[in-house]
């Protein structure tokens, strides 16, 4: 059984999972303009799982403010995203003038089973970042999806490592305001780690670490939401030194905010 959108709850958090969400709802017990909340819980076996979010609130910016969702342990082996997630609430807890404008909603854990376990797929044994939109059985799936249609985001961000990849590299969909996203956001990141540069990425033609294909089922915005979010995935090399993956993302994630804040207020018809 799958419940969606329900109240905080204390369920019987696994210990491995409870470790990563913990400084998560410490921030939100010491930052008020950040608030705990649960995306949905469903059972396996004895065990009850969440997928956690995190909703940091802006100072308003005197527009209607920029909601935008950022994902990580869609594979469950992949923990760098998860914690840049908190690297960015850190920092924003500390100075929130960056999210001034911005709800920023955060999902560290959308594979908990698979976190649990080490591995990139769920306890069922799928790829999640293969199931999206394709009618999936799958709790986790269809918990994200009820987010993705429901909370309006204009524009989404998902956080992977890639384990083959010696550089960074993200995904867009080939429109122009997500390259003007990304290509900044990976020049942000550079100092930290270099851009993969190769002509093939994940067996896609890429460019200066910009790949413009991607795989079908990829976590994505409701199909029939209008208009189109931005989508980004940003991509770190799962073999670099984590402190230098959850730095890379944590200034990539910076640049996106101050990006998008400055197109929204040029007006730009992108």
């Known amino acids: 059984m799958v419940m969606v959108n329900t109240p905080r709850s204390k369920p019987d958090c696994p210990p491995k999972l409870g ?21 949905g819980t469903f059972a396996l076996g004895r065990a009850r799982y969440e997928i956690p979010r995190f909703d940091f609130h802006g100072q308003p910016g005197g527009t209607p403010p920029i909601r935008l969702g950022l ?32 709800e920023l909603s955060l999902y560290p ?58 550089g960074l590299y993200g995904y867009t ?32 033609a890429a460019e200066q670490g910009i790949v413009e294909d991607c795989f079908p089922g990829i976590l994505a915005p409701s199909p029939e939401q209008r208009p189109r979010p931005f989508e980004i995935i940003f991509e770190t090399p799962a073999a670099a030194p984590m402190t230098h993956q959850v730095e890379a993302i944590g200034c990539a994630l ?8 400055g197109f929204i207020a040029q007006g730009a018809n992108l």
């Open 254 to 261: 910076a640049s996106v905010l101050a990006e998008y804040r």
């Open 173 to 204: 969909q080939g429109r122009v305001l997500n390259e003007n996203l990304l290509v900044p956001a990976l020049r942000a990141s550079q100092h930290v780690l270099p851009v993969n540069p190769s002509p093939v990425i994940d067996g896609f």
């Open 19 to 39: 470790r990563l969400v913990w400084p998560f709802q410490a921030l939100a017990a010491a930052c008020p303009q950040l608030v705990a909340a649960v995306a």
């Open 109 to 166: 854990v959308c594979n908990p089973t698979g976190y649990e376990d080490g591995t990139r797929h769920n306890r069922a044994g799928l790829d999640l970042n293969r199931e999206f939109w394709r009618g999936s059985a799958q709790p986790e799936v269809q918990i994200l999806e009820q987010e993705l249609r429901t909370r309006g985001f204009d524009g989404i961000i998902a956080l992977h490592a890639d384990d083959t990849s010696e």
């Open 71 to 102: 994902f990580a342990l869609v594979h469950g082996d992949e923990p760098a995203g998860a914690l840049g997630l908190q690297r960015l609430l850190e920092t924003l807890a500390a100075d929130p003038a960056p999210a001034r404008g911005y």
